[in-house]
Structures are given as C-alpha cells and as structure tokens.
C-alpha cells in the first residue's frame, strides 16, 4: 500500500539522514587520507616546510579545512532533507531533524581525524581501509564489550576489551532512527557527545602530530 504521510516524512528522514552520515563517511575517509599523501607525493610539502609553518599547523589546518568542507556538505544535504519534508507536510521534524544533523557531523570529525592518523604513517589505501574499519567497528562498540563479557578465554576478553577502549564509540552519535520519530537529542547527550568528540580528536590530532613531526621529509 501506499505510505502515510507520517510514515513518508520518516522514510525520508531515515533516508537522507543515513546518506548525509555515508556521504560524509566517505569525504572523511578518501579525502582524509590523501591530505598529506598529496603533498608528499607532489613534493609541495618541501616548499610548505620551507615555509615558517610548523608540522602541528600543517596537520591541524588541514583537519579544519576538511571538517569545514563537511560543515558545508552536512548543512547543504540537511537543509535538502528539511525542504523534502516540507513538501511532504512533515513540518516538525524539518526542524527537529537537526539535532540529530549536529550528531552526525561530529561523528565526522571523529573520523577525519582517523583517517589523517592513519595517513601519517600508512599508504592512502590501507589508511583508508582502516579508517572505515574504525567506523563499522565504532558504532558496534557496545556490542563488542558486551561479547568479551561472554567469552570464557582471559586473553580474548582482553583482546575485544582493548578494542572497545581503543576505537571511539560512535554508537554515541546515532540519533538517525529517534529523529525519524520526532525525538531531538536531550541536552545532557549533546553536551557529553560534544565533549566526547572534542577529546577524542584532541589525543588524535595530538598524536598525528608527533608521528608526524618525526617523519623526515629532507
């Protein structure tokens, strides 16, 4: 049969908010590894160190200049989602959706910085084979935990636990399904997700950071 209008403005929200996280998901991990492959593989990285540019900034302005590309690209493909369901009559959840929008771009930031990490000492194509390792993984965390609870092995527990702690949880980020109902994110998850994601990529970023201030680019 056909689909109400209720249940059409929450086909759309399932939709275009799951393509606006896997666009993204992939702008994160293709261009986030490429960033300073680029630049060797150019040799352009030679003339920007020539430069009184330290490697911190070099890694750190080319996370912010990625993370506002996806600023841009979250925005554009959110307010597509909003005028859709506008034209469908879901006009609550064209503005309650973006709760769930500011979710899924900071989940993003997590995974940039995942993927520049990786870049930093890996090939562009293992890197981003990792980082999207990461991102499967990330967002089953939970269930990772509660799996090594199960097992009888100490080393395996071990194992999967270290895993859980190791690799962000970004189970943190997904509102997808409660915005499609008309839920916005209460304030304590905004707070604790914000500050979550702010953590996360400063210990990254902190790390790509020395990784990549021990590369020799003579």
């Known amino acids: 049969g056909e689909l109400t209008d209720g249940e059409e403005a929450r086909t759309i929200v399932n939709l275009g908010l799951s393509a606006m996280l896997l666009f993204g998901a992939f702008i994160a991990v293709f261009v986030g590894v490429s960033l300073v492959s680029k630049e060797i593989e150019k040799r352009t990285i ?19 200049g990625l993370c506002l590309t996806l600023l841009v690209n979250v925005f554009v493909m959110g307010v597509g989602v909003s005028v859709a369901l506008l034209y469908v009559g879901g006009e609550n959840l064209a503005f309650s959706i973006w709760g769930a929008v500011f979710l899924i771009y900071l989940e993003l930031t997590i995974l940039t910085a995942v993927a520049i990490l990786f870049s930093s000492f890996s090939t562009p194509a293992l890197s981003a084979l990792l ?11 939970s269930s990772l935990r509660d799996f090594a609870a199960n097992l009888g092995s100490a080393g395996a527990r071990f194992f999967f636990n270290t895993i859980y702690y190791l690799l962000p949880n970004l189970s943190l980020f997904s509102f997808i399904t409660n915005a499609a109902h008309g839920d916005a994110p209460p ?14 990529v400063a210990v990254l970023l902190a790390a790509t950071v020395l990784i990549f201030s021990r590369r020799n680019f003579k």
């Not at 009184?52 to 302005?61: A, D, I, L, Q, Y």
């Open 46 to 64: 030679y003339a920007i160190f020539a430069k009184p540019v330290g490697r911190g900034e070099f890694v750190v302005g080319k996370y912010l």
């Open 131 to 141: 980082a999207f390792f990461v991102f499967v993984i990330g967002h089953f965390s």
């Open 187 to 200: 304030a304590a998850l905004f707070g604790g997700a914000f500050l979550y994601a702010f953590c996360y």
